[in-house]
């Protein structure tokens, strides 16, 4: 059978020799990430690495044109694909890394439940796994160990040496998850868990008390407060929403309640004392598994506006407490 001249052209020894060296990187690539994908993480996310890498393309430029071009390209194809990996889908623990993780956890740990899927996912990258594994206990920026000093000394129930607490603390919360624990205990934290509680101007006929009614229970606390509540939901991507109470149900006697969506935009006009630090947004996203710390507020409470010091961190701002 004859080849069309341009088709045997392409079959010259140039032309294998570049498919054989292209083939040889690729295989080379695959088995180091299926036999060692720490080295793989570390080449690709690490300045060392990165230098390596550009270091070898470089070489094998001043060697072959053509195969430093197809190492260049191979190494950036591949380095945009797990970076994009990464974003969709957190961070992924090589399997040496995770039975090493709680091998160490059942050890120091053996009480405590951790579930390394969702730590992986949106907690904790390959590099702090690494660095617990070494010095079992998780890296902390001299921030975040500020910021947990200052909520053991203003917490009326620890009593501990704050050194003593930060290495105990270390040993269980990577610091992803010491940073959500810290900014749920504060004002913004209870207000995204919890909610505000917020008067209908209308009133509630289904909820006031005829005049001349028993107000008592009502006004000393000994019974609920039955205002409208404007909290964020429990989806996979939380909003806000509103609780009305209805009344009782008719046979048991239950409270019954609705549900409404609360539109962000109007939430300085609902909620008094309340006001966002830039242009309106969905202040909800932070209670999503891989949580979004871009939409800053502040919430007076008691003429206190002044925004918490770990949402402030959490947020990128600066917002000096003037007394």
Same mark, same amino acid.
């Given at each position: 059978?004859? $080849?069309?001249?341009?088709?045997?052209?392409?079959?010259?020894?140039?032309?294998?020799?570049?498919?054989? *060296?292209?083939?040889?990187?690729?295989?080379?690539?695959?088995?180091? $990430?299926?036999?060692?994908?720490?080295?793989? +993480?570390?080449?690709?996310?690490?300045?060392?690495?990165?230098?390596?890498?550009?270091?070898? +393309?470089?070489?094998?430029?001043?060697?072959?044109? @053509?195969?430093?071009?197809?190492?260049?390209?191979?190494?950036?194809?591949?380095?945009?694909?797990?970076?994009?990996?990464? #974003?969709?889908?957190?961070?992924?623990?090589?399997?040496?890394?995770?039975?090493?993780?709680?091998?160490?956890?059942?050890?120091?740990?053996?009480?405590?439940?951790?579930?390394?899927?969702?730590?992986?996912?949106?907690?904790?990258?390959?590099?702090?796994?690494?660095?617990?594994? %070494?010095?079992?206990?998780? !890296?902390?920026?001299?921030?975040?160990?500020?910021?947990?000093?200052?909520?053991?000394?203003?917490?009326?129930?620890? %009593? #501990?040496?704050?050194?003593?607490?930060?290495?105990?603390? %270390?040993?269980?919360?990577?610091?992803?998850?010491?940073?959500?624990?810290?900014?749920?205990?504060?004002?913004?934290?209870?207000?995204?868990?919890?909610?505000?509680?917020?008067?209908?101007?209308? *009133?509630?006929?289904?909820?006031?008390?005829?005049?001349?009614?028993?107000?008592?229970?009502?006004?000393?606390?000994?019974?609920?407060?039955? @205002?409208?509540?404007?909290?964020?939901?429990?989806?996979?991507?939380?909003?806000?929403? %509103?609780?009305?109470?209805?009344?009782?149900?008719?046979?048991?006697?239950?409270?019954?309640?609705?549900? #409404?969506? +609360?539109?962000?935009?109007?939430?300085?006009?609902?909620? !008094?004392?309340?006001?966002?630090?830039?242009?309106?947004?969905?202040?909800?996203?932070?209670?999503?598994?891989? @949580?979004?710390? @871009?939409?800053?507020?502040?919430?007076?409470?008691?003429?206190?506006?002044?925004?918490?010091?770990?949402?402030?961190?959490?947020?990128?701002?600066?917002?000096?407490?003037?007394?």
């Amino acid at each position: 059978m004859n $080849l069309p001249k341009s088709i045997k052209s392409l079959l010259t020894e140039e032309n294998k020799t570049i498919l054989i *060296g292209l083939l040889t990187i690729l295989v080379l690539l695959w088995l180091v $990430l299926y036999l060692i994908p720490e080295l793989f +993480v570390s080449l690709f996310n690490t300045f060392l690495g990165i230098l390596i890498l550009l270091v070898t +393309v470089s070489l094998v430029l001043m060697y072959n044109l @053509s195969y430093g071009i197809i190492l260049g390209i191979s190494l950036i194809i591949i380095y945009r694909f797990s970076h994009l990996s990464k #974003t969709k889908e957190g961070f992924v623990w090589s399997n040496n890394s995770t039975q090493d993780f709680l091998l160490i956890q059942n050890t120091i740990n053996p009480k405590v439940v951790f579930d390394v899927d969702m730590i992986q996912r949106s907690q904790a990258s390959q590099e702090e796994v690494d660095y617990f594994n %070494r010095y079992e206990m998780w !890296p902390w920026s001299e921030d975040v160990i500020n910021l947990y000093k200052e909520a053991v000394k203003s917490n009326p129930y620890i %009593r #501990t040496y704050s050194g003593d607490s930060i290495n105990h603390a %270390r040993k269980i919360y990577n610091q992803a998850a010491i940073l959500k624990i810290l900014s749920y205990q504060t004002k913004e934290g209870a207000f995204l868990l919890s909610g505000v509680l917020i008067t209908d101007p209308l *009133g509630n006929p289904m909820e006031d008390l005829p005049s001349g009614f028993g107000e008592f229970g009502y006004k000393s606390g000994l019974i609920g407060n039955l @205002s409208d509540v404007i909290k964020c939901n429990s989806n996979d991507n939380p909003t806000l929403e %509103r609780i009305t109470y209805t009344g009782k149900g008719g046979i048991f006697g239950e409270q019954t309640l609705k549900k #409404t969506h +609360v539109d962000y935009n109007n939430l300085e006009n609902i909620i !008094p004392g309340f006001t966002f630090t830039n242009e309106p947004c969905n202040p909800c996203g932070v209670l999503k598994e891989q @949580s979004d710390y @871009s939409c800053p507020f502040k919430l007076k409470v008691k003429n206190n506006s002044f925004i918490s010091s770990v949402w402030q961190y959490l947020w990128n701002i600066d917002d000096p407490l003037i007394l």
